[in-house]
Every structure is written in C-alpha cells, then in structure tokens.
T-cell receptor, first 113, second 113 residues
Framework: KQEVTQIPAALSVPEGENLVLNCSFT??????LQWFRQDPGKGLTSLLL???SQREQTSGRLNASLDKSSGRSTLYIAASQPGDSATYLC????????????WGAGTKLIIKP | DAGVTQSPTHLIKTRGQQVTLRCSPK?????VSWYQQALGQGPQFIFQ???????QRGNFPDRFSGHQFPNYSSELNVNALLLGDSALYLC????????????FGQGTRLTVV
C-alpha cells in the first residue's frame, strides 16, 4: 500500500532564506508526483508536476526533484517571501490516470518578515 | 478560463440531512474527481467520474454518491449526514488519459451540526 509522508509537519524560517520541503513515498511504482500549495481554508493550487521519467521541474523560484528509486521528492524554494506562507502538499499518482492521488499530510510553512 | 468552480463555498447542515455539492471543471477537461479533506490532513479520494460514469471509488460508504452531466460538470451527494462528514470537499478536474495534471477548485466547507 502506497504511503506518502512529509517531514517536517511545520517549518518557520526568516524571509529571504532558501528552503527545502521533503516528500517520501513507499512504492516507487508511480506515474507522476505533484506539489500543491494550500492557503488556510482554501483549495489547492498546483505548483509543479514531475513525470516518473523526469528528474526535476522548475517554475520561477520553485524547483522540484524526483528520485523514484529512493522514493523521495524535494521542493526547493529560493529567496523565500512572506507570501510563500502556506501548507505545501505532495501527491503521487500510482495509476497514471488520476484515478486516485495519494497525498501526504503537508508541511505548514511560515515565512517571517 | 474560469478554472474549476465549486458551489456553494460554505454550507451548514444538521445530522441526518442530505447535501449536494457542485463542481464545474476547467474548460476542456472531461474528468472530475472528488476528495474529502479533514482539518490538518491530506485529501482522501472519494471517487472519479469520466464520461458520466463512476470510474474509480475510494474507501467511502454508499452514503456518498455522485453524478456527472453531459457538459462534464459533477455533483457529490451525501445522505444521512454524520458529524464526521464535516470537512472541506474538493473537486479536481483533468483531461482523461495518462499522466495529466489535476486542477482543483477552492472547495466547499461543509459543517454538520
């Protein structure tokens, strides 16, 4: 059974720092992995999608990497800003057809001005 | 492009009542998935609709049912509401096929009292 874990559960850093969020999964048989952002009480915003054949994806100050063999993904945020404060979730797609995304519980990020 | 829209945004119901939540997918998308997110947790997959049929279902009781219309919009119905059904209900749309990105609506916050 696929399980997704995100550590740490919460993280607080000063503005301007570079930071890394971690996501691990137990079964390497995945088709893709997505990183999402969720603001309090709100829905989810897709940040990056990495196909299983890819090693990383970049969007602006965000860079996500994927190592299927070790069951790990990282989300790197460069030059953090207070507006980056949110909960970041990762989800793996085991079937390739969005049948059932399997989610981590998220990392709550606070960027202090 | 309005993206994925959900209605209503907030809802309060009494135990035992029935509720219907609605979702309009992103333009061009034909697949709708529903998720339940309890406070502080990652989303849990309820079911997915494609071509007006339930294609896959998560571990939810039959009290949870759905429908997809010819225009690809979808409804989630929950009967005999329990206090434990209180959660954020998220709708995601995607384009049927392999390895496609899921886009989420802002969610419906359901409170059962």
């Amino acid at each position: 059974k696929q399980e997704v874990t995100q550590i740490p559960a919460a993280l607080s850093v000063p503005e301007g720092e570079n930071l890394v969020l971690n996501c691990s999964f137990t079964d390497s048989a995945i088709y893709n992995l997505q990183w999402f952002r969720q603001d309090p009480g709100k829905g989810l915003t897709s940040l990056l999608l990495i196909q299983s054949s890819q090693r990383e994806q970049t969007s602006g100050r965000l860079n996500a990497s994927l190592d299927k063999s070790s069951g790990r993904s990282t989300l790197y945020i460069a030059a953090s800003q207070p507006g980056d404060s949110a909960t970041y979730l990762c989800a793996v797609d085991p079937s390739g057809s969005n049948y059932q995304l399997i989610w981590g519980a998220g990392t709550k990020l606070i960027i202090k001005p | 492009d309005a993206g994925v829209t959900q209605s209503p945004t907030h809802l309060i119901k009494t135990r035992g009542q029935q509720v219907t939540l609605r979702c309009s997918p992103k333009s061009g998308h034909d697949t709708v998935s529903w998720y339940q997110q309890a406070l502080g947790q990652g989303p849990q997959f309820i079911f997915q609709y494609y071509e007006e049929e339930e294609r896959q279902r998560g571990n939810f009781p039959d009290r949870f049912s759905g429908h997809q219309f010819p225009n690809y919009s979808s409804e989630l119905n929950v009967n005999a509401l329990l206090l434990g059904d209180s959660a954020l209900y998220l709708c995601a749309s995607s384009l049927g096929g392999m390895n496609t990105e899921a886009f989420f609506g802002q969610g419906t916050r359901l409170t059962v009292v």
